[in-house]
């Protein structure tokens, strides 16, 4: 999905691979502008879509590990007026465009941006623990069963390192309040290791799962999940969102979130 209106900015951006030339792009109706490298990883739907399924009390404090340039934070924190984000991300370059872009939508008192490794987060974060909700976008293709795209951030953000997914959970467990939400997208196909990477020794209970179709008779690629910290409860497996119609139109609900803004509805356990 094409993320919106897109002008080129072709200032060179250092000596980093893939920051040769960026783009400007309007999200949510315009509402959010961001800058993000024209080649590489770009925002898409699944983006779109984890921002429309987070949801947090008034002064809750939020953390996206993997922000890349903060287009999921920024979407949610025009929505969440009272809760402020921190983002985690590895790469330089996308930190700085992250920071560029929360000055440009006036939103850079309520969300910063830090330089670090999910895996082993810098002193910064774990200071500034434990979150209320934790969310992340992580790479989705296992390594081995992907052919790796030739562009280094590209293939930073889409192949997974070993135990890639096991790390970003574990983190997310240990910078997480009592019972705080962890929220995440990802493959569909992945959905039996996820649930069992959450599950050790009850790390994560209350478990929800929305799966997301391209199409109403089409499998689901796409699943959205919830899970509470050290908490008892149910699974929970919600009613299919569906993005698009026979004609290939997106859906009326799929409308409302990617360029309405609005949230999911209802949330599991909002709040």
């Not at 996206?64 to 009272?82: K, M, N, S």
């Not at 921190?86 to 939508?105: D, F, K, P």
């Not at 006036?106 to 200071?127: E, K, T």
């Not at 623990?129 to 969310?135: G, H, M, N, Q, S």
Request: hydrophobic share 45%; net charge positive; proline share 7%.
């Amino acid at each position: 999905m094409s993320a919106g209106a897109r002008s080129p900015d072709r200032t060179r951006g250092g000596a980093e691979a893939g920051m040769a030339a960026t783009s400007r792009d309007a999200l949510l109706g315009g509402r959010i502008v961001i800058r993000q490298p024209r080649q590489g990883a770009r925002v898409a739907v699944d983006s779109l879509l984890l921002a429309a399924a987070l949801d947090a009390k008034a002064g809750a404090r939020a953390l996206e590990l993997g922000a890349g340039v903060g287009a999921v934070t920024l979407c949610a924190a025009v929505r969440l007026e009272e809760v402020s984000f921190t983002g985690l991300e590895r790469e330089a370059s996308l930190v700085r465009l992250a920071r560029e872009n929360a000055a440009c939508n006036r939103l850079q008192d309520r969300c910063r941006f830090v330089q670090g490794d999910v895996a082993d987060p810098p002193p910064a974060i774990r200071a500034a623990a434990p979150f209320d909700l934790v969310f992340f976008n992580p790479p989705y293709l296992a390594a081995g069963r992907a052919d790796a795209p030739p562009d280094p951030l590209r293939r930073r953000a889409f192949v997974e390192e070993e135990s890639m997914l096991g790390h970003w959970i574990r983190t997310a467990h240990e910078l997480l309040a009592a019972r705080g939400r962890l929220v995440l997208i990802h493959r569909a196909d992945r959905l039996d290791e996820i649930i069992t990477l959450l599950r050790p020794r009850r790390h994560f209970g209350a478990i929800s799962v929305l799966p997301v179709q391209p199409r109403s008779e089409e499998p689901a690629r796409r699943v959205i999940v919830w899970a509470r910290k050290n908490a008892r409860g149910p699974f929970t497996l919600l009613p299919a969102l569906c993005l698009h119609e026979d004609d290939g139109r997106f859906t009326a609900e799929a409308e409302r979130i990617l360029r309405a803004g609005d949230a999911l509805s209802p949330l599991p356990g909002a709040r």
